[in-house]
């Protein structure tokens, strides 16, 4: 045999490198948009969105009271979701509290007999201005995002922190 | 008769099919012990019966946020047939999780995972880790007040996880709440993403299974293991030449090949049948007379329902109520850590010694974590009675 | 036994005459319960024994067949031995409380107990009879049925169900007390927010208790043992005891915590009492002394390994040491007062480096909850490193030191239980039936005390 060029490609090789190109290409044009599509919801922005909640110059003072709101789902749906809005009136300054919960986003309601909110799920409890006073919930009760004209009631769908 | 050998020979010429099924129906078996061996089979035979009962569901249930709850609904209402089918895909998938741990502590207790079968083991908890990922996202389908809630609990857990929790929250959700984009992609992985990843491996565990035999328990040589004590044990009995193919390397002479085997068709079959066949019966009895139940339609703004979780998923939620604040990341470690340990328990265990009373390393821990997560749960289970 | 009489002999008089209109008042009263409850602790230091044995006889026995070994028979027949021997006693003092003292001292609340748990105590009375019978024909059958012994076994294990059901069915009679439901049902009321953890926590502790109990028995045995095989036997049951009760003993802080918590959502004024009220300083040293009684079991195993210079003892030591400080950091109290009101008061509710009387270090959360925790780990590692150094020690040849240890345990474990059993009792306090009816015997009409619905 002729003496060879080590820097060209046996037949072997090349067969071998054409194999693993081939397989390159296909796999990145197919995962990058899979990829893309798995992590997408991350970077989509929910637009948030104002309700009329009603009028609250009838609220008892230190009595929470609970009010439902229908926002839009979103996303592709037509659908709408009843939110809970429990709204408290401490002397002159509102608390517009939601009932998510901040353990583990259970329904909160609240309890007339203990004077506080209570999570059925695991036990946590809040007290009327929203802190916790017992259970494992890591942070407050949280608040929407709300602005009052007279006496009706905005809310918008998202709070004032994250849960 | 000379037609039907004719056609089956034409058939094995093209297909080789006769030593395929010879190979599969007559593999040996050990004698003793070979009823615990049927907890395996009656895995395999109940997460069938959920892919056709859920295949079967699929024609009907649409996965919508305002049509998931109003497809199950009429379902519930106006066809009887297709409510069993539900019922049935139910119960099968709660009955599946308990065999499954049966037949998790029976492979543990019996070193089943030691050399060669280490892979084994590792698929298999695998396996076990994709099976509860089917219980859990099927439980969030129905969209009901039970479903809608273990959805948000379920998804908020990952919260935890420092630095990258929301981030992988809202993988799941498609947001930061819980809605449309959640219900589609758990479909999506209930029904497609997950079985493509658990019937490659259930053969690929069954595959192994074969390799190397279905023996190596202590319970197959009850009477030739000589105690410490040789008390009341009868001497052993010359151990009888290895026969091919096993073992499929070579492993410690005392476990290579029971006292005695039989032929896996049609005796271990029996065996399986009865006990698959016996599951099979119970997961009706319980799909007829208690049926599938549906719960109201979801609702984020209730202030009266108490969500209460799954029964699998107890163990997880007690620890939920009994850990404070402080020390909440232990409900993600605790789990992780616990799957990273069963993964990595035949690379820890070493050890040929298969008896398990000579091996409390292994077993006490073993059994504590058994009991740990058995108490758990009984302490939550006061929650399934609403009380 | 004379004193005993002596104890009864006034409430005897009370069978003569009309039952009292109200329960008693004033210095009687105090003598009334300090009566009930030295009774009622006695009951439970023997009867815990009787259903820890009837439990865990049976279940030696099957492990001696599984292992085929001779000593774990011996073990589980001197366990039918003892239940035959104390199950009389125990009985007759639990008897006579329910039915002569509870009924003269206490009988309005009583019988309203009995009305409200008829069929738990319906079912109890009959478990007893079947427990009795079965320990009997148990521990007598034992010879007859040696070549029976599948049957023999299958008699153990429905004694093992009995002895359960009797420790469930008062449960849930005592957990009512503490957290009554819905008297009108017998599903809800079987299933009170605490019967199920009382339960658990009841049956894991007898469990325990018997191990250490036999333990220290066999401890004062291997002593006055003079035959080789004897010394063997008492050495290895001894060692075999401590091992069950610390395997036991170990799910205790969690079965505990869950059981607190229970109590917290459920009957808020008895959990405050205990964490922050007149009890918390009983309650302290219960934690206290279930760290000493883990730091004596882990001493053991370390000095039986040493005695034959097995592997491990080492470690066990530096285990004891991780112990010591675990138990140290439970020890710590939050508010250095008596009770967190006095501290409050006081105005001092502040941490004592700030000049307060508040020790942050002290709080349950998270610190207590670490310490169990840690508690629970390290006596896991020190059974399992005792196991792996048993085959290295030969049986019969524990010195003094480790017997003393063994009787130690069990002294530790009684003073645990009438512990545990005065906080109970007392936290429920003034209520003998949580919100409804007072030690006075009055009925409670107000409103109950917050309580968070599930």
Not at chain 2, 13 to 25: Q, Y
Not at chain 2, 248 to 254: M, N, S, Y
Not at chain 3, 113 to 124: A, Y
Request: with cysteine; net charge positive.
């Amino acid at each position: 045999m002729a003496h060879r060029d080590p820097r060209r490609l046996s037949r072997r090789q090349f067969a071998l490198l054409g194999t693993q190109v081939a397989g390159a290409v296909v796999t990145v044009l197919l995962g990058i948009p899979i990829v893309g599509f798995l992590i997408s919801p991350l970077f989509r922005q929910q637009q948030a969105v104002w309700r009329e909640v009603g009028d609250i110059g009838a609220v008892p003072d230190r009595q929470p009271t609970k009010f439902d709101v229908s926002f839009p789902l979103g996303e592709w749906t037509s659908a709408n979701v009843n939110l809970a809005v429990y709204v408290v009136k401490i002397n002159a300054d509102y608390r517009i509290f939601s009932n998510v919960c901040t353990h583990m986003e259970c329904p909160v309601r609240w309890e007339t007999s203990l004077g506080q909110f209570l999570c059925p799920c695991h036990g946590g409890l809040y007290d009327m201005t929203g802190n916790n006073v017992g259970g494992p919930p890591p942070k407050p009760l949280p608040q929407y995002v709300h602005r009052i004209e007279g006496t009706t009631l905005f809310i918008q769908n998202r709070f004032t922190e994250s849960v | 008769m000379g037609r039907i050998s004719a056609a089956y020979n034409w058939f094995d010429e093209r297909t080789a099919i006769r030593s395929l099924i010879r190979k599969g129906l007559y593999e040996a078996v050990p004698v003793r012990g070979a009823w615990f061996y049927t907890l395996g089979s009656a895995t395999l035979v109940l997460i069938l019966l959920q892919l056709i009962t859920g295949i079967f569901l699929t024609l009907l249930y649409v996965p919508s946020v305002s049509e998931a709850w109003a497809s199950l609904h009429y379902l519930a209402q106006h066809d009887a047939f297709g409510s069993i089918v539900r019922a049935i895909h139910l119960w099968s998938a709660y009955i599946l999780l308990f065999v499954i741990g049966l037949h998790m502590v029976r492979t543990f207790f019996s070193g089943s995972y030691k050399r060669p079968r280490e892979l084994n083991w590792v698929t298999g908890v695998g396996l076990f880790v994709l099976v509860l990922a089917m219980a859990i996202t099927g439980a969030f389908l129905p969209w009901d007040q039970a479903a809608y809630w273990t959805a948000v609990v379920v998804t908020n857990i990952p919260v935890y996880t420092p630095f990258i929790g929301s981030f992988l929250r809202a993988l799941w959700r498609g947001a930061d709440t819980i809605g449309p984009t959640t219900l589609s992609r758990t479909f999506g992985i209930h029904v497609w993403l997950i079985p493509a990843i658990l019937f490659p491996l259930i053969g690929a565990h069954l595959a192994l299974l074969r390799k190397h035999g279905e023996f190596g328990s202590y319970v197959n040589y009850r009477g030739a293991y000589r105690s410490r004590e040789g008390v009341d044990v009868p001497p052993a009995p010359k151990q009888r030449p290895i026969e091919p193919p096993y073992p499929a390397v070579p492993t410690d002479e005392l476990w290579a090949a029971p006292l005695e085997t039989e032929d896996f068709y049609p005796h271990q079959t029996f065996k399986d049948g009865v006990v698959s066949a016996g599951l099979v019966i119970l997961v009706f009895i319980l799909a007829v007379a208690i049926g599938a139940p549906l719960e109201a339609i979801a609702d984020p703004s209730t202030t009266s329902y108490t969500p209460v979780p799954e029964w699998f998923f107890l163990p997880l939620d007690e620890l939920l109520v009994l850990v404070p604040q402080q020390l909440i990341p232990l409900v993600l470690v605790l789990p992780t850590v616990g799957v990273l340990l069963l993964l990595a328990l035949p690379f820890i265990d070493r050890d040929p010694e298969r008896n398990p009373f000579e091996r409390p390393a292994v077993m006490v821990p073993g059994a504590f974590a058994v009991l740990f997560v058995v108490l758990l749960t009984l302490l939550g289970s006061g929650r399934l009675f609403n009380l | 036994m004379s004193a005993l009489i002596a104890l009864i002999a006034p409430a005897l008089h009370l069978l003569a005459t009309e039952l009292p209109s109200q329960a008693p008042q004033g210095n009687n009263r105090l003598a009334a319960q300090a009566v009930i409850g030295s009774l009622f602790s006695l009951h439970i230091l023997i009867a815990g024994l009787v259903s820890g044995a009837g439990e865990i006889g049976p279940a030696i026995e099957f492990l001696g067949f599984v292992r085929q070994r001779r000593r774990y028979d011996r073990l589980a027949h001197g366990l039918g031995h003892f239940m035959t021997l104390y199950f009389s006693f125990s009985s007759a003092i639990a008897i006579l409380l329910i039915t002569v003292l509870l009924v003269g001292y206490w009988g309005h609340f009583w019988t309203t107990m009995v009305t409200i748990g008829w069929w738990p105590l319906f079912i109890e009375a009959w478990t007893f009879v079947l427990q009795v019978s079965l320990a009997y024909i148990w521990y007598y059958a034992w010879e007859p049925l040696r070549a029976f012994k599948g049957v023999h076994m299958a008699i153990g294990g429905l004694l093992a169900i009995a002895s359960f059901l009797q420790v469930y069915m008062i449960d849930i009679i005592a957990s009512y007390m503490l957290t009554p439901t819905n008297p009108q049902n017998p599903l809800r009321l079987a299933l009170n927010p605490t019967s199920y953890p009382l339960t658990v926590h009841r049956t894991i502790g007898n469990l325990a208790y018997i191990g250490f109990a036999f333990g220290a028995f066999c401890a004062i045995r291997f002593l006055r043992a003079r035959n080789p095989e004897d010394k063997a036997f008492y050495d290895w049951a001894g060692s075999f005891g401590l091992l069950w009760g610390v395997a036991m003993t170990l799910m205790q802080p969690i079965i505990g915590y869950s059981y607190a918590k229970e109590i917290q959502l459920h009957s808020y004024g008895s959990w405050y009492k205990m964490m922050f009220g007149t009890l918390s300083p009983v309650f302290l040293w219960q934690i206290t002394l279930l760290g000493i009684m883990f730091i004596t079991a882990t001493l053991y195993f370390g000095r039986r390994l040493r005695t034959d210079g097995a592997r491990g003892a080492g470690l066990l030591r530096l285990m004891s040491v991780g112990l010591v400080l675990t138990t140290l950091l439970a020890a710590m109290p939050y508010h250095l007062g008596f009770t967190y009101a006095d501290v409050a008061a006081a105005g001092l509710n502040r941490p004592f480096w700030e000049g307060g009387l508040i020790n942050p270090l002290g709080s349950m959360i998270p610190w207590k909850v670490l310490a169990l925790m840690f508690y629970t780990l390290i006596a896991i590692a020190a059974v399992v490193w005792y196991l792996r150094g048993l085959p290295g020690v030969i049986w019969g040849s524990a010195r003094r030191g480790e017997q003393r240890i063994l009787m130690l345990m069990a002294v530790l474990t009684m003073l645990m239980i009438v512990t545990m059993g005065f906080i109970r009792e007392n936290s429920r306090g003034p209520f003998l039936i949580s919100g409804e009816m007072t030690i006075q015997g009055q009925q409670n009409t107000q409103n109950p005390q917050p309580t968070p619905a599930p």
